[in-house]
């Protein structure tokens, strides 16, 4: 009889991977990485764990974005007082704030619960080439 393997969050073994953003498209490294955080690229995968590896993205602010997304797309954010959205062009956080732009990019593909913010916190976003995370690094995706 085959049985199902459960993992249990202390049987868990993680990974280190390093993407490099340089040339590939935003989305698309995007749902690379959330496969990674997640852990589905794994045989032992389970829906109610934190299974997934660490993910290291460098070259952050050189992307490419498909049509006129840089000069159009906004992000908005609320307060909870009246009068006070405010909003920011997909270019300019992408200049200032260019690893806001990626978490809040990638909070909206993981499960929106305890265990997604606990996936969330294993992505490193670094703007240029270099990165503190060069001891951890054994692949490279």
């Known amino acids: 009889m085959n049985m199902t393997k459960v993992l249990k969050p ?14 590939k498209t935003f989305g ?3 749902t690379d990485v959330a496969t990674l955080l997640r852990g589905k690229h794994k045989p032992s995968f389970t829906p109610n764990v934190d299974c997934g590896d660490y993910v290291v993205i460098i ?18 954010t609320h307060s909870g007082y009246f009068g ?5 062009k997909l270019g300019d956080m992408l200049e200032n704030h ?19 913010k606990q996936m969330i ?13 060069t001891a951890q690094i054994n692949k490279e995706a």
């Open 10 to 23: 202390a049987e868990v073994t993680r990974d280190w991977h390093l993407i490099d953003a340089e040339g």
């Open 28 to 30: 698309r490294i995007l």
């Open 59 to 76: 070259n952050a602010e050189k992307a490419k974005f498909t049509g006129v997304k840089l000069e159009e797309k906004e992000y908005f």
């Open 84 to 88: 006070s959205t405010k909003s920011k």
């Open 98 to 116: 260019t690893e806001k732009l990626y978490m809040r990019a990638m909070r909206g593909m993981l499960p929106k619960t305890k265990l997604g």
């Open 121 to 133: 916190k294993k992505m490193k976003v670094y703007a240029g080439a270099e990165h503190p995370h």
